[in-house]
């Protein structure tokens, strides 16, 4: 089977980094996503980590070790509008998306 | 980029009827396209993948005569709840890639609400 976790909540103030963790367990690996949710919204992609190490975009940052089954997600510089739940996914064959449960991130001012 | 357009973005229905969803690929055409739920405060559930001119493959536990799905062309896919009761009432959503891209661009979803 598949499974995913990742903490249910996180709370950050604005200007702050704040980490959130993914840990995986799962057949036909192809790589790990992180989509952003906004409450009545649909997810939109983040970042895509197929191999090892870190990529940037901007103020996100993921982050996959494949021998460790965990990637993050880093959030810099942290603004109101990233208040948003936040799903990591691993990607398997034909581009099936399994989601972890969620990280549902606060900002505070 | 890829869109998906997704209709309608919510809909109110009696327990018993049926609700049809569409989901188009705007710019591209997919072979292949995801169907996913959401309960309130919960994650993404893979119902199905929707095969352009194949039959749909359910995940364990969706019931395939109670959501039908159709993928007759390149650029749609419906999803049809068929006599819904109010436990179906959830956030339904399509999703589709670029041919050989490894990202999902998911539709606006659709709200369904069964009275």
């Known amino acids: 089977g598949q499974s995913l976790e990742q903490p249910s909540e996180v709370t950050a103030v604005e200007g702050a980094i704040v980490q959130i963790n993914c840990t995986y367990q799962?057949?036909?690996?192809?790589?790990l996503s992180w989509y952003q949710q906004h409450d009545g919204g649909a997810p939109t992609f983040l970042s895509y980590?197929?191999?090892?190490g870190l990529e940037e975009t901007g103020r996100f940052s993921s982050f996959l070790s494949r021998s460790d089954s965990y990637g993050y997600l880093l959030l810099q510089e942290l603004q109101m509008k990233d208040s948003a739940s936040y799903f990591c996914?691993?990607?398997?064959?034909?581009?099936?998306?399994?989601f972890g449960g969620g990280t549902r991130l606060m900002v505070k001012p | 980029g890829a869109v998906v357009s997704q209709h309608p973005s919510w809909v109110i229905c009696k327990s018993g009827t049926s609700v049809k969803i569409e989901c188009r690929s705007l710019?591209?055409?997919?072979?292949?396209m995801f169907w996913y739920r959401q309960f309130p405060k919960q994650s993404l559930m893979l119902m199905a993948t929707?095969?352009?001119?194949?039959?749909?493959?359910?995940e364990q536990g969706v019931e395939k005569d109670k959501f039908l799905i159709n993928h007759a062309s390149l650029t749609l896919s419906t999803l049809t709840v068929t006599s819904a009761h109010p436990e179906d009432s959830s956030f339904y959503i399509c999703?589709?890639?670029?041919?050989?891209?490894?990202?999902?661009?998911f539709g606006a979803g659709s709200r369904l609400t069964v009275l």
């Open positions: 999703s589709a890639s670029l041919p050989g891209a490894n990202v999902l661009t």
């Open positions: 799962t057949s036909g690996f192809y790589g």
């Open positions: 980590n197929a191999l090892d």
């Open positions: 996914a691993v990607t398997r064959a034909g581009n099936m998306l399994t």
């Open positions: 710019d591209f055409q997919a072979t292949t």
């Open positions: 929707s095969n352009e001119g194949s039959k749909a493959t359910y």
